[in-house]
């Protein structure tokens, strides 16, 4: 009978509470791991790993402060673990593998591509060899999919066993919300299982505006402009609803409202 694999120690690094219990979730089913730390930003992140010693790193890339690839700058090759980076941003993938990373989970991603990211870090970090890097970027890149229907103009939600129609033209704004969006309408909010940005790409982009990192809007339904302090500014939806506009992008949003 083959000895059993030794239980392998991993720490969480996300700055949203949301993206920490998703990881929690999904490693908690797994019973060749235990999580040993949790942690919101890089600084806690590098002491974590300093104090706990662990086999696999899960590390977000965006945080404020400190980024994930600061984390790994700042830790020496004997602390650094096992590294499985996770954003919603797809740039930033031949740079994590560059960092030598083992793997590069692409928000939002299902559990089917999380466990494949879980099993080849388990497998590094008991020695065992791996694909190259090259096809892992393919398989990360190739399982990231979305529910829009370009000719139909609507969004498929599948959550919990139903599926929802969402028509594009009823989209008011989308808000994003760590590893999902919740998209708004006039009648009601659906969240959906997606990035961010590879719902900007699929959006029609003459009907849609990123304004913002965690908003992108429908161009017709904004009502009012504001500037604000600091060079920022900030759009009304309706009568209850302001959203922010980041500096970088002001004018871009000033020119399509002209």
Same mark, same amino acid.
């Given at each position: ?21 998703? #990881? ?17 930003? +890089?600084?806690?992140?590098?002491? =974590? %790993? ?12 965006? &945080?404020?402060? &400190? ?6 700058? %700042? ?53 065992? @060899? #791996?694909? @190259? ?7 990360? &890149?190739? &399982? ?16 919990? +066993?139903?599926?929802? *129609? ?19 309408? =006039? ?6 299982r997606e990035s961010m940005a590879s719902l900007e790409r699929d959006l029609d982009p003459d009907c849609f505006m990123r304004i913002h990192r965690s =908003? ?7 009502? *009012? ?20 506009? @980041? ?8 020119a399509r409202l002209k």
């Amino acid at each position: 009978m083959p000895e059993p694999q030794p239980i392998l120690r991993v720490v969480i690094v996300d700055d949203e509470p949301l993206g920490r219990l998703t #990881l929690r979730s999904l490693l908690s089913a797994d019973s060749g791991v235990v999580i040993v730390g949790e942690c919101a930003n +890089g600084a806690e992140a590098i002491a =974590a %790993v300093r104090k706990q010693k662990p086999d696999i790193l899960f590390l977000d890339v965006q &945080m404020p402060g &400190m980024t994930g690839f600061d984390v790994i700058d %700042v830790l020496s090759k004997e602390e650094l673990p096992i590294v499985v980076f996770v954003t919603a941003f797809d740039q930033y993938a031949l740079k994590a593998f560059d960092a030598n990373a083992v793997d590069y989970l692409l928000k939002p991603f299902d559990d089917e591509r999380f466990e494949s990211a879980l099993e080849r870090a388990k497998e590094r970090a008991r020695g065992v @060899s #791996l694909a @190259s890097m090259q096809e892992q970027i393919t398989s990360a &890149m190739q &399982m990231v999919g979305n529910g829009i229907d370009r000719e139909a103009k609507r969004i498929t939600i599948r959550s919990e +066993g139903r599926v929802q *129609l969402v028509s594009v033209d009823d989209i008011t704004w989308v808000e994003s919300a760590d590893q999902y969006v919740q998209i708004h309408t =006039a009648e009601s909010v659906y969240l959906m299982r997606e990035s961010m940005a590879s719902l900007e790409r699929d959006l029609d982009p003459d009907c849609f505006m990123r304004i913002h990192r965690s =908003a992108i809007v429908a161009i017709g339904q904004i009502q *009012l402009m504001e500037s604000l302090p600091g060079g920022g500014a900030r759009v009304q939806i309706d009568s209850e609803t302001w959203l922010p506009v @980041s500096r970088s992008r002001v004018a871009g949003v000033r020119a399509r409202l002209k």
